[in-house]
């Protein structure tokens, strides 16, 4: 699970603290395609970025699921 803080400092207070889940995962492509399979909704398709793979998909209620991994 990847925990969030805001980078600039603002405080997360509740009512303004919702920001994605994030996994990081073995196979980004894999979990990607077997959320998908499962019912998920494709946000972002996998890419690369600063030496991570990343995927965004939503669960069948729409909340962001961002999936993290090392790239190549």
């Known amino acids: 699970v ?3 803080y805001n980078k600039d400092d603002r405080e997360i207070s509740l009512g303004n ?3 994605p889940v ?3 995962v073995t196979g980004v492509d894999s979990a990607y395609k077997h959320a998908i399979a499962q019912g998920a909704t494709s946000h972002k398709e996998p890419y ?3 030496g991570f793979r990343i995927a965004w998909v939503l669960d069948p209620e729409g ?3 961002e999936l993290v ?3 190549g």
């Open 2 to 4: 990847i925990l969030f």
């Open 63 to 65: 909340h962001e699921i």
């Open 48 to 50: 690369d970025s600063s």
């Open 17 to 19: 603290g919702w920001g």
């Open 22 to 24: 994030g996994f990081f």
């Open 69 to 71: 991994g090392s790239a």
